[in-house]
């Protein structure tokens, strides 16, 4: 079993910056795909950015791409996201998901998630 906890989250004005982590407890976290997802309220959760197990792939949603960046570091057993010119429209509930293997756009794809970390961007 996985368990992964979030932090970094807050209220930030547009065009502001912010660096999402997710830590991961285990010993096998380099064996697992990562994905961030968001949910903002009475949206349903999209997918933000995922990563391959060595951190040599990403893929991006396209209404983030070349905004934000998602990196692991395997040592620590950590993910992040940074988040750089931030828009209002990016406000919302930030989660990281652990998936076996390769990664997907799916959120029924992935088989552990955080609770998540509030993101909050100001106009």
């Known amino acids: 079993q996985v368990q992964l906890v979030e932090s970094g989250g807050g209220l930030v004005q547009a065009g502001g910056s912010l660096r999402l982590s997710c830590a991961a407890s285990?010993?096998?976290?380099?064996?697992?795909?990562m994905g961030w997802f968001r949910q903002a309220p009475g949206k349903e959760r999209e997918f933000v950015a995922k990563?391959?197990?060595?951190?040599?792939?990403?893929y991006y949603a396209g209404s983030v791409k070349g905004r934000f960046s998602i990196s692991r570091d395997n040592a620590k057993n950590t993910v992040y996201l940074e988040m750089n010119s931030l828009k209002p429209e990016d406000t919302a509930n930030y989660c990281c998901?652990?998936?076996?293997?390769?990664?997907?756009?799916?959120?029924?794809?992935?088989?552990?998630w955080g609770q998540g970390t509030q993101v909050t961007v100001s106009s």
């Open positions: 285990g010993r096998t976290f380099s064996s697992y795909a």
């Open positions: 998901a652990a998936r076996r293997g390769v990664g997907t756009t799916m959120s029924n794809d992935y088989d552990y």
């Open positions: 990563i391959s197990t060595s951190g040599g792939r990403t």
